[in-house]
């Protein structure tokens, strides 16, 4: 009786896992159907058939993962950050130094065929609301500070715009000393009063 029952747990516990990976199947390559997409087309005209078309799923696979395009292009940007701060660290939880810098901008070459396409096509604006919404989540302690948050990152994001549709014609080292002593007193005076907590 006790093998029928670790049968059928095992049974349950690998269809989950089936489900789980073709439900990232889906996310990937809607994710990737809509970064092809918006390099070749304004991001308005894009409609959720020919996404799903693109990416080879029904739309039935859509809407069991997404509610809108927009909600992918936010899932984008969102695994895209959690991966980057998995890697280089949170900017609001240790002061940043070069080298930090330096490793911001490895990952952003590294995932420059995801990267490019949205700020060549226009979309920076919505990935930096994006990117401000995260960087909003964290305490501030003053206005003063949201600012200076605000003003940092969005001079970060336009340095990794600019730098990626000049071709990365500078080393990420290169960029890290100039973002650096750029915003040096930027992050200084943040960091003064920064209780550095999500």
């Known amino acids: 009786m006790s093998q029928t029952k670790n049968t059928q ?24 159907a809509l970064i092809k997409l918006i390099g ?9 058939t020919e996404l ?3 990416a080879g799923v029904s739309r ?5 993962n997404f509610q809108t395009k927009d909600d992918i292009f936010r899932r984008i940007v969102v695994d895209l950050h959690k991966e980057m701060m998995a890697q280089v660290g949170s900017p609001f939880r240790q002061p940043v130094s070069v080298k930090w810098y330096e490793d911001v901008f490895r990952f952003v070459s590294d995932k420059s065929d995801v990267l490019e396409p949205i700020f060549a096509s226009g979309y920076s604006d919505k990935y930096l609301q994006l990117v401000n919404s995260m960087v909003m ?27 990626l549709s000049n071709g990365k014609n500078v080393s990420p080292q290169q960029m890290a000393l100039c973002c650096d002593k750029v915003f040096a007193n930027i992050r200084a005076a943040d960091f003064a009063e920064c209780e550095c907590e999500p």
């Not at 600012?147 to 994001?157: A, F, H, K």
Request: charged residues 25%; hydrophobic residues 30%; glycine residues 8%.
């Open 60 to 64: 039935m696979a859509f809407y069991g």
């Open 9 to 32: 747990n095992d049974r349950v516990s690998g269809l989950r896992r089936h489900s789980e990976e073709v439900n990232k199947l889906v996310v990937e390559s809607l994710q990737g």
């Open 40 to 48: 070749q087309k304004p991001y308005d005209s894009i409609t959720v």
């Open 137 to 163: 989540r964290y305490k501030a302690t003053s206005q003063e500070q949201i600012y200076r948050r605000l003003v940092w990152t969005g001079g970060i994001i336009n340095a990794v715009s600019h730098w």
């Open 52 to 54: 799903c078309r693109k």
